[in-house]
């Protein structure tokens, strides 16, 4: 017997909207009837035509609890999850303090979570130099994997690794069926870094300091030791279209390779950018539109895996948004809360359906990080992780709608598409229409010791 019934219209469920009735016990779904059918003494929600979609998983975020909650926190990156239709975040091993390399940081972390996890939450480990030859620990954790930088992350805490330590970790991480992470630049002193630093104000000159051949010659890196490794191997945040065909040709070669790239490569360009607005300012950067129409491509092919927000905050302060001076801002952007929206708006534009969506949002994130069998769809025996929202709605995005810490947002002033009005994590209502409901029931994804 269920607890409650949701009913809509509009399910996405099998592959399409249609009229459906989703029966909830205990947080899972326990039936899906194609008809609007109500029981007796049990909690009956009627949507009527609204799209009921799964809850969104976003595979890239960073939260920075501990020790840097004036950037962000698990209570307010959570809540804006869930204003966000997300119901799943998988957390970085920075900008946390301690960033999260071996066991007792991953253990403050969790400790640190408590009662503010809101939505669901999971966790990267990190490689970095000094634990490459051993990150036992962290696998023992409970992990889901594990993020390396190819360049210097932004903090010095978490410097980036070598090919040699790379292979160390991969070494540990063949057979385990765990991904490593990459972020994929390979800096090196060109004439661009100098004119950038005398145009600190310049995005063209931010733009050329960080060249597509950077991030093209980490990736084929990447590349080379997923087919020495065997071992699953993630591009993050690809925005140089220029790799594609290395890309496409790892996975026509079966190589266990996927990849992310994120809503602002696909709804910004550079030639839209002005100047001093350091709110647009990520790495590696937001490129020319006929490199995102490319990105475009390869996700509608399905060589791009998957869309994560890569939301990276900082105060207002750190972001130099008084000043405007790119040279000296954090480089991340804000845009968490509108994974689904950003990604939607623009997908509209182009005549998508809610197959691709799910398959890019829901679907395919799920797979990635090893739950496709308990979320991502709506079906029997799924996690009642659901999204209630109006595809048809348009309105400008104002900070005041941004939940997260700082609401320094490029998406701000933005018309976007789609309104979430309930999020429903374990079958109860974080969020709905616009009121905070059921807080802390977020699980810790992958860990075993709670």
């Known amino acids: 017997m269920p607890s409650k019934i949701i009913y809509s219209q509009r399910v996405f469920t099998n592959g399409a909207l249609q009229e459906a009735s989703v029966y909830i016990n205990d947080g899972i779904i326990t039936d899906v009837l194609f008809e609007k059918k109500q029981l007796p003494a049990v909690e009956f929600i009627d949507y009527g035509n609204l799209v009921i979609f799964p809850g969104v998983i976003d595979a890239h975020i960073h939260i920075n609890e501990p020790g840097r909650t004036e950037w962000e926190g698990f209570d307010s990156a959570t809540k804006s999850a869930a204003k966000g239709g997300i119901t799943t975040l998988i957390d970085m091993p920075l900008n946390s303090s301690p960033v999260t390399i071996d066991a007792d940081s991953f253990d403050k972390k ?3 979570s408590h009662h503010q996890r809101h939505v669901h939450c999971g966790f990267w480990g990190g490689l970095v130099p000094s634990n490459a030859h ?3 620990g962290l696998l023992h954790k409970g992990v889901l994997g594990f993020k390396a930088f190819l360049t210097h992350s932004g903090i010095d805490e978490f410097p980036n690794v070598t090919a040699v330590d790379l292979r160390n970790g991969l070494k540990q991480l063949k057979g385990t069926g765990m991904p490593l992470l990459a972020h994929c ?3 090196s002193e060109h004439k661009g870094l100098v004119a950038f630093e005398k145009n600190p104000y310049s995005y063209k000159h931010f733009l050329q300091s960080r060249p597509k051949a950077w991030e093209n010659d980490a990736v084929r890196q990447m590349i ?5 490794f065997e071992t699953p191997i993630h591009i993050v945040h690809l925005s140089s279209a220029e790799v594609l065909p290395d890309i496409l040709r790892a996975k026509e070669d079966g190589l266990p390779l996927t990849v992310e790239t994120c809503p602002h490569y696909l709804f910004f360009h550079s030639e839209q950018i002005p100047d001093s607005d350091t709110r647009y300012k990520c790495t590696p950067p937001i490129r020319e539109q006929a490199n995102n129409e490319q990105l475009w491509q ?3 092919s399905g060589l791009i895996d998957f869309v994560a927000s890569d939301h990276s905050p900082a105060p207002e302060t750190i972001k130099e948004i008084q000043s405007g001076n790119l040279w000296e801002a954090w480089g991340g952007i804000i845009g968490g809360q509108c994974l689904l929206t950003a990604t939607w708006t623009k997908a509209k534009q182009r005549g998508h359906q809610f197959e691709d969506l799910a398959k890019w949002l829901c679907e395919n994130p799920a797979n990635f990080i090893g739950f496709g069998q308990s979320k991502g769809k709506i079906e029997k025996g799924y996690d009642a992780d659901l999204v209630v929202w109006d595809p048809e709605v348009s309105y400008e995005m104002k900070k005041e709608s941004l939940w997260c810490r700082h609401a320094c947002s490029p998406y701000v002033g933005v018309e976007l598409f789609g309104e979430v009005v309930a999020t429903f994590c374990g079958g109860e209502a974080v ?3 616009g009121e905070l409901g059921h807080l802390g ?4 994804l992958g860990f075993t010791g709670e």
């Open 185 to 187: 630049e390979l800096d």
């Open 431 to 433: 969020v709905e229409n």
């Open 134 to 136: 051993d990150i036992s």
């Open 298 to 300: 390869a996700l509608e």
């Open 441 to 444: 029931r977020g699980r810790v």
């Open 224 to 228: 080379a030791l997923c087919r020495e």
């Open 110 to 112: 969790i400790e640190a």
